[in-house]
C-alpha cells in the first residue's frame, strides 16, 4: 500500500527542532516530499541529510518567518523546486512569558511578529497553492489559545488570535476544498521555555513542569499526521491535547 502523503509537498516551519522537526520527520515518513524552514540553517542541513538517507525529498529553506518578501521567496522555492504545496504547517513560534507590569515590551514584539504575522504571511504566501491542490494548512497554536494564565497574558494573545485568524480563514476557504486544521499542546517538552527572559516566570514554569509527564513532539507530530491524512471530505478542525497530569 502506497503512504499516505506519496506525491504530495509538505512546508514546515520551525523545523530546526521541537514539533517542527518531528512533523517533517513524520511526514516525510507517510511519503511526503518537506520543505523544511527555520533560521539555523545548520540543523536543517543535519535534518535534510537524516531524511534524505531514508529516501525524502528535502528542500531546505533558511528563513526568518518575520520577513515577508523572504516568506513569499520561500513559498515560490518549495513549488518550484518540489513541484507544488499540499500542505503547510506552522509550527514556528516563541513563548516569552512574563507580567505585562514592567514588561520588557521588545518581548512582545517579537511575539507577535513570530507567533501571529509570521504564521499569517506564511499562510497568505502558500493560499494560491493550498486551494489549487485542495491541500490543508495546520497551525501549532496552544493551550494558551484556550486557558489564559498570570503572567503570559501576550502569549495568550498570539495565540488567540492564532485561532481567531484561523478560523475566519477556515470559513473563507472550506466550500474551495482547503482544509484549515488548529492544533493546541499542552506542555511539550521542548526548547520554548528557554527563550523566556523573565527570570521568575522561567523559574516558575520549569518547577510545575517538573512535576508532570510532559508531551513529546512526536505526540504533536502524530496529530498533525492524523489530521492531513484524513479524508479529502474530512476536516479534522482542532485537536486539543495535553498531558494526562495537566490540569
Not at 493560499?127 to 501576550?154: D, E, K, N
Not at 488570535?161 to 517538552?189: C, D, H, K, W, Y
Amino acid at each position: 500500500m502506497p503512504s499516505a502523503l506519496q506525491g504530495k509537498v509538505a512546508l514546515v516551519t520551525g523545523a530546526s527542532s521541537g514539533i517542527g522537526e518531528a512533523t517533517a520527520r513524520v511526514l516525510a515518513a507517510e511519503g511526503a516530499s518537506v520543505a523544511i524552514a527555520a533560521r539555523r540553517a545548520d540543523r536543517l542541513e543535519a535534518l535534510r541529510a537524516e531524511l534524505e538517507a531514508l529516501g525524502a525529498d528535502v528542500h531546505v529553506l533558511p528563513l526568518d518567518i518575520r520577513d515577508e518578501t523572504a516568506v513569499h521567496d520561500a513559498v515560490r522555492s518549495t513549488v518550484e523546486t518540489l513541484g507544488g504545496l499540499d500542505v503547510l504547517v506552522n509550527s514556528a513560534g516563541v513563548m516569552l512569558l512574563g507580567p505585562v507590569e514592567g514588561a520588557d515590551t521588545t518581548d512582545w514584539t517579537r511575539m507577535m511578529d513570530i507567533n501571529v504575522m509570521g504564521l499569517m504571511y506564511m499562510t497568505h504566501a502558500a493560499l494560491p497553492h493550498l486551494l489549487r491542490s485542495g491541500g490543508t494548512v495546520v497551525q501549532i497554536s496552544s493551550i494558551a489559545a484556550r486557558v489564559v494564565g498570570r503572567g503570559s497574558a501576550v502569549y495568550n494573545a498570539s495565540k488567540f488570535a492564532v485561532n481567531g485568524f484561523s478560523e475566519g480563514l477556515r470559513q473563507e476557504v472550506t466550500e474551495r476544498g482547503m482544509r484549515v486544521v488548529v492544533i493546541e499542546p499542552g506542555t511539550v517538552a521542548t526548547e520554548l521555555r528557554e527563550h523566556i527572559t523573565h527570570a521568575p516566570s522561567k523559574a516558575a514554569i520549569e518547577e510545575r513542569v517538573s512535576k508532570i509527564r510532559q508531551l513529546h513532539s512526536t505526540d504533536i507530530a502524530e496529530a498533525v499526521r492524523y489530521a492531513v491524512t484524513a479524508p479529502s471530505h474530512v476536516t479534522v478542525n482542532e485537536i486539543f491535547i495535553r498531558p494526562t497530569d495537566q490540569s
